[in-house]
């Protein structure tokens, strides 16, 4: 009977929003989410947010500056909503910019040691309590990464993530900026729970996620930039983006955490703007894969969901999935053919 009465509760959310690489609008956003920052007593949680004329802070120190005011207000807000871990979009620092081969983006790219958004996510999270996971363009000598590092809630680096499906298609040209990531998929042993954090592209493998969870992961978080398809308008992927999330979730009995940006980003290419319509709808899915938050596609939202990790975790044991599993028949997994 005592153990029936266990709780361990941790309160998730995803944050979401519309990125910018025009200094000017960025800066009078800003200004306008500090004002609020400052007239409004807020604190933080992962939440979903979604604005259309937010956040490229990616050239300098004065615009990284201002972005850290705009997430300062967007994860106080959530946090008043009692989350616990705050999980930002995928490369949030700027636009998408992988929709171009255009060599003067890796301009955009720092090392990790003594990264300045890091550093202020630190700063914020220890202030604050709160475990954020950080997206970042990373330089790494002569390699670059789609990388994330993983924010305790004492302000602590738990360390990094580095992205390891690297996409490569029209409007997601990521191969020409990213060295496939290097660290495996990791867990991270937070204050709240035991997170597994992948990126994007690898939201789309079942693997990422089994391999997450049999490392001990209590819920699984997904940086996202997803939208329109460059060649085809007429194709959209939302719904299917969602299920296959759904589906890892029931598959491994955890909560999953989605964050995606929105807004129309155009990037010049060789040739010419290529465009991209970002859908939003992020979501937090529960154990069974049910949504129990959800976003729309074009307008601010804070998501915030309250999970029992006590007691998924007894049905995630009772349920058997793990327990009934054939390692030793899992060995085509290993091949790129199917071929032992």
């Excluded at 955009?108 to 630190?122: D, G, L, W």
């Amino acid at each position: 009977m005592e153990m029936e009465g266990r709780r361990r509760e941790v309160v998730v959310s995803s944050l979401q929003f519309a990125c910018s690489d025009d200094i000017s609008t960025n800066v009078a956003t800003a200004e306008r989410f500090v004002s609020l920052s400052l007239t409004i007593n807020l604190s933080l949680s992962p939440l979903s947010l979604s604005s259309s004329s937010v956040c490229n802070f990616d050239f300098g120190m004065y615009l990284r500056i201002e972005l850290f005011y705009i997430l300062c207000r967007l994860v106080r807000e959530a946090h008043a909503k009692g989350a616990n871990i705050v999980l930002i979009q995928e490369l949030f620092e700027g636009y998408y910019f992988c929709q171009a081969q255009r060599e003067e983006f890796f301009q955009r790219a720092k090392p990790y040691k003594n990264h300045p958004t890091i550093a202020r996510m630190q700063n914020l999270a220890k202030e604050l309590g709160v475990v954020i996971p950080v997206s970042f363009f990373e330089e790494a000598n002569n390699a670059h990464y789609n990388s994330i590092a993983i924010i305790d809630a004492d302000g602590t680096d738990l360390g990094i993530y580095r992205k390891s499906h690297i996409p490569d298609g029209p409007g997601y040209q990521e191969k020409f900026y990213f060295n496939p990531g290097d660290t495996g998929f990791k867990v991270f042993q937070t204050k709240f729970a035991k997170i597994g954090v992948a990126i994007c592209w690898d939201q789309w493998f079942p693997e990422a996620a089994r391999a997450m969870v049999l490392q001990g992961a209590e819920v699984l978080f997904y940086p996202t930039a997803i939208g329109s398809e460059p060649q085809d308008q007429g194709l959209d992927s939302r719904d299917h983006w969602r299920r296959v999330m759904q589906g890892h979730a029931g598959a491994n009995v955890v909560p999953l955490v989605a964050s995606n940006r929105i807004g129309k980003e155009v990037i010049e290419t060789e040739h010419g703007p290529s465009q991209i319509t970002f859908y939003g709808t992020s979501f937090v899915a529960g154990p069974t894969g049910e949504i129990v938050a959800e976003a729309d596609d074009n307008s601010e939202a804070v998501l915030v969901a309250q999970f029992d990790l006590e007691k998924i975790k007894s049905k995630r044991q009772s349920w058997g999935v793990f327990r009934d599993r054939r390692p030793d028949l899992y060995k085509v997994l290993l091949t790129m053919d199917g071929n032992l």
